[in-house]
């Protein structure tokens, strides 16, 4: 197979990746003007009720919160790992029926998804380490049963932390993929390419190690025993 007939192949990996992209983020658009624009309107009324839903969230555990974070941070960061070796995998299979010496130096593009699943079990750990409950975290304010602002707030926090690595290493694992596929595409047609790259590959992974710092120094703050 020529070089010819490897650029005419109608949708690759990285495009099927972005068209799904742009698929997701329009429904979704559609779905928020849908909730918060056109029901007010032809209501008349605010939705959704944010006392209402102020009530559900205060009584909710903090330690929930933090479970919660934990497990958004290592279940997204698997999701974006998975879709960036998805992507990066066939493409490397595709294009290596043209040019099998791709193979083995493309695989680096696979090692850098796979870190991105690493990232989140780092931060997950961490926070699995911070969920320890030293006390119920209740206090009385007017004879009412309330969780203690100190405890609450070290909720959110590790809630915080979880979301923000678990969602910045989906975008991560996301782009690492389509940048990865399009080099081994590249590399099959000037192998001259693929260091350059390469380095747009390492960029965009370093996307992920930015949002484990933040989320590391975040976890930093959280301790139930001091406030327990």
């Known amino acids: 197979m020529s070089d010819t007939e490897i650029s005419n192949e109608a949708r690759t990996p990285p495009d099927e990746a972005l068209g799904f992209l742009k698929g997701f983020f329009s429904y979704l658009l559609y779905i928020v003007l849908f909730l918060f624009v056109f029901i007010p309107i032809i209501t008349g009324q605010v939705f959704p009720d944010f006392q209402a ?22 279940g997204l960061s698997i999701v974006g790992a998975a879709w960036g070796i998805l992507t990066t995998a066939s ?30 079990i780092i931060l997950a750990i961490i926070l699995t380490g911070k969920l320890e409950k030293n006390g119920s975290g209740v206090v009385l ?4 049963p309330v969780w203690d602002p100190a ?8 809630f915080a932390a979880g979301i923000t690595v678990g969602l910045g290493n989906l975008a991560c694992g996301i782009s690492v993929g389509i940048v990865g596929a399009s080099c081994a595409i590249a590399d099959a047609h000037h192998s001259s390419l693929f260091v350059k790259i390469l380095v747009i590959e ?3 992974s370093a996307l992920g190690i930015f949002a484990v710092i933040i989320g590391i120094l975040m976890s930093a703050k959280a301790v139930y025993k001091s406030v327990l």
């Open 53 to 74: 839903l102020f009530a559900v969230f205060a009584n909710i555990s903090p330690f929930a919160w933090g479970g919660i974070g934990c497990g958004l941070s290592i």
């Open 141 to 144: 304010i007017d004879n009412f």
């Open 151 to 158: 405890v609450a707030k070290i909720g959110y926090t590790l």
């Open 202 to 204: 390492i960029f965009a």
């Open 91 to 120: 493409s490397i299979a595709g294009a290596a029926i043209a040019a099998p010496e791709i193979r083995s130096k493309n695989l680096i593009s696979i090692i850098f998804c796979e870190a991105v699943a690493i990232y989140g």
